[in-house]
């Protein structure tokens, strides 16, 4: 019933879920971008290499990516790399502070390792999310309201 309803609203949903993806990417590049130099202390603290490379280019690829997916514009490209970024970031930064967290300060109580599927997911929520939605648009592409469609006509 509630299908009747609603009716073929998929291009709607592609487009709510650009909105999602890409105001979400733009907000990290930009913080990104602005503070240069703790992102650039993230990145060596990770072991990402290149850090000094690494993290400016991860930052204009999350700033420019989340513009580009909120237009629909080469969003194949933008949904797969940007799922990449977000692969490394949980391999990189969660998931080791996850399996082995840093030692408290005195007087902080120590945070235990995680030892279940449930608690590994808790800690990296959001750049799981991400990673699926990224997929999500490189597989299905932008739909019809999109620049991708209008320039394209579908073929990106």
Not at 95 to 110: C, D, E, I, S
């Amino acid at each position: 019933m509630l299908a009747k309803m609603i009716g073929d609203q998929q291009n709607l949903a592609w487009l709510f879920i650009r909105l999602a993806f890409g105001l979400v990417f733009m907000a990290y590049g930009y913080g990104h971008i602005t503070g240069m130099e703790r992102y650039i202390q993230t990145h060596t603290m990770s072991g990402i290499p290149s850090p000094d490379i690494s993290a400016p280019i991860v930052a204009w690829l999350e700033f420019l990516g989340g513009i580009a997916a909120v237009l629909g514009l080469f969003t194949r490209y933008v949904g797969g790399l940007l799922a990449i970024t977000m692969i490394v970031a949980i391999f990189a930064a969660r998931l080791p502070f996850a399996l082995n967290p840093p030692t408290a300060p005195q007087g902080m109580t120590q945070q235990q390792p995680v030892t279940d599927i449930f608690g590994l997911i808790h800690s990296f929520p959001l750049e799981l999310s991400l990673c699926l939605m990224g997929v999500a648009l490189l597989l299905a592409g932008a739909g019809k309201s999109s620049f991708d469609h209008f320039l394209f006509k579908g073929k990106v």
